[in-house]
């Protein structure tokens, strides 16, 4: 069985701008693609991970004896065999890979097995006896920073202020809430997966579904103590990420065990592994208070917002700064008053999930500005274009937006749209509750609401963000053909197929092989943040352009397009690898929040039509429909996929999703207990995709990924409020936040 | 380990298992075919199905023990050499997937609904497929590539391919 997924080479053609077919779709269609679950190597063995079951406690003793004694086990590892720096982090390293005498979370892994078959590796597991002081947790995110610290720095691991403008403000105006979004779940289907490969040279390969590569592969290489060159990882197949590969899972576990056993070593998670193995979306807890004029033009926005980073820091610095600088939309607004914290607790902790800070702050301030229209007698639409930012507004943070932001054209699209007519069958699929004969019509209103949302793409606050790409043209087999190399991962989303349509469209080379991502190249940077396209897209396309340059060279001045480059090539070989950086940003201010911090923006509009058993508390949304701007739609079809997909994550937090944790425990970790949107649930779209190109940006792209996923929830949520007439202020709405009881 | 014969894509197999071995892990390791995914364990999202004497199947939740002698068809029995099956072929036009880990029980689903119903209402689609989930699309295309597939396959003879769209 392969260890990687087959080279990529499309039959079909099409560069930018058209919708070619995914190159890895004939595999996946075929069941053939290897997804990380997929790997297999000869003599491998099976590692699972000892899991704390409470949420805090002290480790008092470790006692691994009858686990060693089990026949079938090879090793039985403790943090006492972490060979190098046990603590990692995205952002701080803070993280055990394995617990030393503190459990800071229900799951927190503790030792690890490694056996000839998972059910041994279970039984041993049963067998290592860990004797735990249990602790009282921290578990409220508003009070964390000064309870019990749980790191030796304190429970708050970022606070970020923004001040812009006036700091006492008055309005005619006023409108206040206190809003809650619930901890919400990446739940790709593919749970977590790899294999560790011990190598002749004393370091390791790591085959793995990963989200960023070369950052896996530096605390891996920290926590081993091996220089960067011993540890070398190549991306398996992913079944969807959507933030939550971000952070590692079993990476450096799975490495620990072959290294330690000198046999390769497969991983992988059940799906209630998967709810403990990787971080969540930040719940939040979020305090706005907007002032406006008689005539709806917002005065000042002041806003508290908490978000519950959990047991490690993870990106939470990085979400609190989200929802810091986005913290009152797209919206111009003078005055703004804004502190952004975010907190350990005992919870599971929380890093990237698609729109990352963003969308908890886009419940909070659209429903502020649905409040606000309900106070003033205004249209929720109206209100909202009376303030809608355009190119040239200035954002709290004083950095101008220099593209497009047609914020007022996405929402009357939408608002334009035609009505869906009240259903007049009685077929019960149609129905709120469904087929489970609740109603028959009797007790149903309907409620329509609208949402527009903001999204910083790429990586913010000075970072530096690049991707490395590497294009190669040669004649094999009398046929030109062209392959280009990355280490940004492929997810689901497309990245193979984008690049294809770059090289095509580039070079003019129809046949285009995308070779395996791995860390034989440079940085492809993360897939997230609505980024590869944008920075990994723009790295093949600057790549591509230094072969160009190569190929004139070699062609001695005669224009290209006039050249057999079959016979100019012959024997030869062109191939190039840049690096590319998008233009860079600065950090924020940290008294004001003040500076140029972001890339770009992204915007999408929303409008929801729902039908609501105002008895029974349950809701059936009927339509849900979207507007997006997106620069440039390389790929039209792949666009709309990330529109679709986004606003039904967006319906998912609406309705239905949410990790619910009791102390510090979580209560529903399965597909049984966390339900995310069936077919029956998501309803038709309706897109209208606008292409403004970002002078900015190669070919003028905008980040797809993550807009729609901020604007759909509050959407929906308003729809249900003008269905029945509720405040509505937390997410996930339950039947019982409608019926009251 | 007890010894056991299933009919796997038509090739009969004997393969020995543990009693608590649930049919998913015995395709997937001891058969070797592992186009049958395992996403959640507790028959939820469907990323295991299979057809199981004719009929779909979680097979997660059935122990592989109990399918002795049966006869089971995975998504690999699907193409027929380098033709796709119409819907393989309509979930690739239409960008039916992202990810691709829901595929095996899309797939295998919506072939079992065209071929009781060969032209099948939206109604229909949405409820031969509420059993499996999609993390990635949002579902709209998927509906749209069975409605493209059932087209195709009142259309298409086995000896005419499709025509890539």
């Not at chain 1, 106070?375 to 639409?381: H, I, S, T």
């Not at chain 1, 200035?394 to 749209?417: E, F, H, W, Y």
Request: some cysteine; hydrophobic content about 40%.
């Amino acid at each position: 069985m392969s260890l990687t997924p087959a080279e990529l080479t499309s039959s079909v053609t099409g560069g930018i701008g058209t919708s070619p077919q995914r190159p890895d779709g004939n595999l996946k269609v075929r069941g053939e693609f290897a997804y990380a679950s997929d790997l297999w190597h000869e003599d491998m063995i099976w590692g699972s991970t000892l899991r704390s079951p409470h949420p805090y406690a002290r480790i008092v003793s470790i006692d691994l004896t009858e686990a060693l004694e089990v026949p079938g086990v090879y090793a039985v590892l403790t943090h006492e065999d972490v060979p190098g720096a046990n603590l990692y982090g995205l952002e701080h390293k803070d993280q055990p890979v394995l617990a030393v005498d503190v459990v800071r979370y229900q799951g927190e892994a503790v030792a690890l097995v490694g056996a000839d078959h998972p059910e041994t590796a279970t039984r041993a597991m049963k067998r290592i006896k860990v004797e735990y002081e249990v602790l009282e947790p921290v578990v409220d995110m508003e009070t964390a920073a000064d309870d019990t610290p749980l790191h030796p720095g304190g429970n708050l691991v970022r606070h970020v202020p923004i001040r812009r403008g006036g700091q006492a403000p008055t309005a005619d105006v006023v409108v206040t809430g206190r809003y809650e979004v619930g901890m919400q779940d990446q739940a790709f289907l593919g749970p977590e997966s790899g294999l560790a490969v011990p190598a002749e040279d004393g370091g390791v390969d790591l085959y793995i579904a990963t989200q960023w590569l070369h950052v896996d592969q530096g605390q891996v290489a920290s926590a081993l103590g091996m220089p960067l060159d011993k540890v070398r990882l190549t991306l398996s197949g992913v079944g969807g990420a959507f933030g939550g590969r971000e952070d590692l899972s079993m990476q450096v576990h799975a490495c620990m065990l072959a290294l330690h056993t000198r046999k390769p070593v497969k991983m992988v998670y059940n799906r209630e592994e998967s709810f403990y193995g990787h971080v969540h979306r930040h719940p939040a807890v979020l305090h706005y208070e907007h002032g406006a004029t008689n005539d709806g033009k917002l005065v000042y926005v002041k806003a508290r917002i908490f978000l519950d980073g959990g047991a490690y820091a993870s990106s939470t610095g990085a979400v609190v700064a989200n929802a810091a600088t986005l913290g009152v939309g797209p919206y111009e607004v003078d005055n703004v008053t804004i502190d952004c914290y975010g907190v350990y607790t005992n919870n599971p902790p929380c890093g990237a999930m698609r729109g990352f800070g963003a969308v908890q702050a886009g419940f909070a301030y659209e429903s502020q500005m649905d409040k606000l229209a309900d106070a003033l007698g205004m249209d929720p639409v109206d209100v909202r274009i009376a303030n809608a930012m355009t190119e040239g507004s200035v954002m709290p943070t004083g950095q101008v937006v220099d593209s497009a932001a047609p914020v007022a054209q996405l929402l009357k699209l939408v608002k334009d749209k035609p009505l869906p007519p009240v259903s007049t069958t009685l077929d019960l699929r149609s129905m709120p509750g469904g087929v489970s004969n609740t109603t028959h019509g009797e007790g149903v209103v309907r409620g329509i609401g609208y949402a527009v949302g903001i999204k910083n793409v790429c990586f913010s606050e000075g970072y530096d963000d690049y991707s490395t790409a590497r294009v190669r043209v040669q004649v094999i087999n009398g046929e030109l053909v062209a392959l280009a190399h990355t280490a940004a991962c492929e997810v689901g989303q497309g990245l193979v197929t984008i690049m294809q349509q770059i090289v095509r469209t580039e070079l003019g080379v129809q046949r285009v092989t995308i070779l395996p991502m791995d860390t034989s190249i440079g940085n492809g940077g993360s897939t997230s943040a609505s980024r590869q396209t944008y920075v990994t897209g723009g790295a093949v396309k600057a790549a591509c352009a230094a072969v160009r340059d190569k190929l004139a060279k070699l062609a001695g001045g005669r224009d290209l397009s006039e050249v057999d480059l079959v016979e100019l090539l012959g024997d030869d070989v062109v191939d190039e690898t840049v690096e590319w950086r998008h233009r860079a940003t600065e950090p924020l201010d940290p008294e004001t929040g003040q500076g140029n911090a972001h890339v770009q923006y992204g915007f999408a509009a929303h409008r929801a039509v729902v039908d609501v058993d105002v008895e029974l508390g349950l809701v059936k949304v009927v339509e849900l429909d979207c507007a997006q701007d997106v620069g440039n739609a390389l790929n039209p079809q792949a666009v709309l996929g990330q529109i679709q997909g986004g606003s039904a994550q967006g319906l998912g937090l609406a309705v239905m999703e949410e990790i619910q944790t009791s102390g510090g425990k979580v209560r529903n970790p399965s597909f049984t207990d966390y339900l995310i949107p069936t077919v029956l649930d998501m309803p038709p779209m309706s897109i209208d995709v606008l292409e403004l190109a970002d002078p900015n940006a190669p070919y003028g792209v905008r980040g797809v990924g993550e807009p729609p996923t901020i604007s759909s929830t509050p959407a929906i949520v308003a729809a249900i409020r003008a269905a029945t007439g509720l405040a509505l202020t937390r997410v996930p709405v339950r039947p019982e936040h409608i019926t009251g009881t | 380990m007890t010894g056991m014969r299933l009919t796997v894509n038509g090739v009969d197999r004997e393969i020995d298992v543990d009693p608590s071995t649930l049919l998913v892990h015995a395709i997937r390791e001891q058969v070797g075919l592992t186009g049958t995914h395992v996403g959640c364990l507790t028959g939820d999202c469907g990323a295991c199905t299979v057809v199981l004497d004719g009929r779909t199947a979680k097979s997660c939740s059935v122990l592989a023990l109990s399918a002795d002698g049966s006869a089971v068809e995975t998504v690999e029995s699907l193409a027929d050499g380098d033709e796709l099956h119409p819907v393989q072929r309509a979930f690739w036009d239409g960008f039916a997937f992202q990810c691709g880990f829901c595929l095996p029980g899309m797939l295998l689903t919506a072939k079992e609904l065209l071929d009781s119903t060969p032209e099948p209402d939206d109604a229909q689609i949405l409820a031969a497929i509420n059993g499996n989930l999609c993390r990635c699309t949002g579902y709209n295309t998927i509906v749209s590539a069975v409605r493209q597939a059932s087209g195709c396959a009142r259309t298409c003879a086995k000896e005419t391919p499709c025509q890539e769209s």
